[in-house]
């Protein structure tokens, strides 16, 4: 089995259709029919379906929650229903490992809950590490997945 890793030079979503090709390559590979990606305007969940739709691969999107509204990062109404049209199903719920109720818990008495041990262990890898495994528990939470399938 041969294994690819591709290391960015920086951040940015000039960096999406490298890592989406690769997610295409290896899905067909291993017979994967689902992906989860975490799109927070609805770029990353267009070119996911760009990608891989014509693969026969469904894409579900995980937006970011709505919590993030007054910094400008929630997926607007009209680009869901766009990539609803297209088949794409877009999720936006509360972090699977953070920023619910046990972290306001935790940021007012101290301590830490485990889904924020997690989180942070993940993000010593990180942060696309964390938000991958993030998005994979709120679509799976959601109902989202066929769980008996791999994504």
């Not at 709505?66 to 877009?90: D, F, I, N, P, R």
């Amino acid at each position: 089995m041969e294994l690819k890793t591709l290391v960015f030079e920086r951040a940015g979503e000039h960096n999406t259709d490298a890592t989406l090709q690769l997610v295409k390559d290896r899905a067909l590979a291993l017979g994967v029919k689902q992906v989860v990606v975490a799109s927070s305007h609805g770029h990353t969940a267009r070119r996911a379906h760009a990608l891989l739709a014509p693969a026969g691969i469904q894409i579900i999107a995980v937006s970011i929650c709505h919590s993030w509204e007054s910094e400008g990062w929630v997926m607007a109404a009209e680009t869901k229903a766009e990539l609803a049209g297209m088949g794409v199903t877009v999720h936006t719920g509360i972090h699977a490992l953070g920023d619910g109720v046990g972290s306001a818990f935790s940021d007012k008495f101290g301590g830490r809950v485990p889904q924020e041990i997690v989180r942070d262990t993940l993000y010593r890898f990180s942060q696309g590490m964390k938000v991958a495994v993030e998005c994979a528990l709120m679509a799976a939470d959601a109902g989202l997945l066929d769980m008996g399938q791999e994504i």
